[in-house]
């Protein structure tokens, strides 16, 4: 059992080196993700903006063409106009004429309708790409941080990981379920010390005869008061 506490504990003093180095990084990790997500959503908007300009262009096009087939079609049935040989074919024509002359007059308003569209959206691709730009750089430099701060500690975390690694393999799965769990609700610290009659952990006293219990290092024990893992000084101070 004294052997469990101990690797228990020896955990416990890794993960805190660990910790620590985490904290070295600060609010960089989560900056950086915070930076990605809103470029990404940014870039995502400017791509379907531009889209919808790009489709508006299209439609342009295509109405430009259809009115210049009308256009030459009205030229065509203005020239048989003089050429009838009746009151019906006078009228057929007419309807031509002025059928195509409302599609003509309907294609250019959307195409009026169109180009202002384009417009606006060409302005609010214009306002948004300063944004990206400024975001693209704040992203690069927070980055470059970041990645100075892990280089500067990556051996000793390789070294603190690789340590961990050969002790949680001697912690027994339902231990470990315990102590992460325990770590997790505690802000990382899962197992205590009995300091001066307390447990490190919140300060609270721990009764004589659970500090006797506690020394004879045969049972794993919790503080009553915020429920983290107990050990005795013998088995901090030897692993310290």
Known sequence: MIHKLKTLYK?????????????????????????????????????NKQKEKDESLTKRESNETDIQILADGQKKHKSQ??????????????????????????MEMENDALADFSKKVENEIGELTPLILELRQDLKDKEADLKQIIRANEKEEIKLREQRSKVEANVRKPDYSQYMRIRKAKKGKAVA????????????????????????????????????????????????
Do not use: M, W
């Not at 416990?12 to 990790?29: A, F, I, N, S």
């Not at 050429?83 to 309907?106: C, F, M, P």
């Not at 004879?216 to 310290?240: P, T």
């Open 11 to 47: 955990l416990q003093l890794l993960d805190v080196q660990l910790d620590q180095l985490e904290e070295l990084r600060g609010d960089l990790p989560l900056a950086v993700k915070a930076l990605e997500e809103k470029l990404n959503d940014l870039e995502r908007i400017v791509e």
């Open 193 to 240: 010390t009995i300091k001066r009659s307390s447990c490190s952990g919140c300060y609270n006293v721990v009764p004589s005869q659970r500090q006797l219990e506690i020394k004879k290092n045969n049972k794993i024990f919790v503080c009553e008061y915020c429920g983290r893992i107990l050990v005795s000084e013998d088995v901090s101070r030897e692993i310290e």
């Open 81 to 106: 106009l003089y050429s009838v040989r009746n009151n019906k074919e006078y009228d057929a024509l007419t309807k031509e004429i002025d059928h195509a002359d409302t599609k003509i007059k309907k």
